[in-house]
């Protein structure tokens, strides 16, 4: 494919800065953060080429056709729309001075800008929920060193539409990216009324995302490590933006390695709970002092000992009905013994809308107990009513709650 040379002139038009080739460019924040993907590499797009979810790569070209989505996967085309990829190529103007790095990024933002106008987008991916919310910082970087009216533009327009809470994903990890791309926009463009509104929203889905004793409500343990993640980069981003960090979101942030680490089998990896895969390996937390914890939120943990590999380890489900990334598990049980697994759970396939998928979350999948002849109620209630553990064995009760209209 030709490789893109844009004339100095033409990135000026784009609204581009006018540094030499070469020249030591000031390294950001907003542009040298953990949110760039490892692929596609900026080398790959320059090449035109983009490779997203381990899928083989797609040539997009040096004019984007912003429908593409050969492998009609909606992850596939959320990536795609979130630009990300696009911000690597900034991230890589930073560290080495060349301009081409830039232009090409300037071209990819305003063309996607140019065919996917709110009211009549090319993909219906482009003004999805998280989709904006992960392009907005994308955007932010790109606008540290393009000074464009169209950029200023659609800044304004994706806060706008980050700050409708008719939009906004409450109690779940979609919303604090979502409160983290609004609060990026309100510190570049030091609109307050944006920073505050995303402060305050933050606040109340943290609450609502991580419970009391720092467990994750969304019903995949797995995921807990991403909200971990990216709660630490918004307190980071707030105390760069001047802003106070809420004592309610730091107190909730430091409980929650505790839920990851009681989640964590002797091996090193978090139990496949929900839609969690056994592959997730958690790193830099602490070990908690207790051998078995009951989490109110739906999970009874126990463990032989923290510090032998070969240790014996078991998780137990309960709690309120399915939603967010939950499956039909309720009195599952996982067992872990002499560095291997004797009872494991189908953990995750993909999002995808396929039978397989539907099965992975269906109580067939888990090792629940189930009566031969009765009708399953799904997203119903479990609770706890029973718990007894000593130096030996632990043991604990359920019984579902019947489900009322």
């Given amino acids: ?170 109690g779940h990890n979609h919303g604090i990216d979502q409160d983290i791309a609004l609060l990026g926009i309100g510190c570049r463009l030091n609109d307050r009324r944006w920073q505050d509104h995303a402060i305050r929203r933050l606040t109340k889905t943290v609450k609502l995302d991580i419970d009391s004793q720092g467990a994750l409500m969304e019903q995949a343990p797995r995921y807990a490590i991403y909200v971990h993640d990216r709660l630490k980069v918004a307190m980071t981003n707030l105390k760069d933006c001047g802003r106070k960090v809420p004592g309610d979101i730091s107190a909730r942030w430091s409980k929650l390695g505790g839920f990851i680490m009681h989640s964590t089998n002797p091996a090193g990896f978090m139990v496949p709970i929900g839609d969690g895969g056994a592959d997730h390996e958690p790193s830099g937390f602490q070990n908690p002092s207790e051998r078995v914890k009951v989490f109110k939120a739906g999970y009874v943990y126990g463990r032989t000992d923290w510090a032998k590999p070969e240790s014996a380890f078991y998780s137990i489900r309960f709690g309120p009905g399915t939603k967010y990334h939950g499956h039909e598990d309720h009195l599952g049980l996982t067992y872990y013994a002499q560095g291997r697994d004797v009872l494991v759970d189908a953990g995750f396939h993909s999002y995808e809308p396929t039978r397989y998928r539907y099965w992975t979350m269906s109580p067939e999948a888990h090792n629940v107990p189930t009566v031969v002849g009765a009708r399953f109620r799904p997203r119903t209630a479990t609770t706890l009513s029973r718990t007894a553990y000593d130096s030996g064995p632990a043991s604990a009760t359920g019984s579902p709650t019947r489900r009322t209209a």
């Fill in 1 to 170: 494919m030709r490789r893109l040379a844009l004339p100095l002139a033409l990135l000026l038009a784009l609204g581009g800065p006018a540094d030499t080739a070469g020249a030591t460019v000031k390294r950001t924040a907003e542009c040298q953060g953990d949110w760039l993907p490892a692929t596609p590499t900026a080398a790959e797009v320059m090449k035109g080429e983009v490779a997203f979810l381990d899928l083989p790569p797609v040539k997009v070209g040096q004019d984007v056709d912003w429908r593409t989505n050969p492998y009609k996967n909606r992850s596939w085309g959320m990536v795609f729309h979130s630009l990300r990829w696009m911000g690597r190529l900034v991230a890589e103007y930073e560290n080495n001075g060349e301009e081409r790095y830039l232009a090409r990024a300037t071209e990819i933002a305003q063309d996607w800008v140019k065919d996917n106008p709110r009211g009549r987008p090319a993909s219906p991916y482009a003004w999805a929920e998280h989709p904006i919310a992960l392009r907005a910082p994308a955007l932010v970087c790109l606008s540290r060193h393009v000074d464009a009216k169209w950029l200023k533009d659609s800044l304004s327009e994706h806060a706008r539409v980050l700050g409708d809470d008719r939009l906004y994903e409450w």
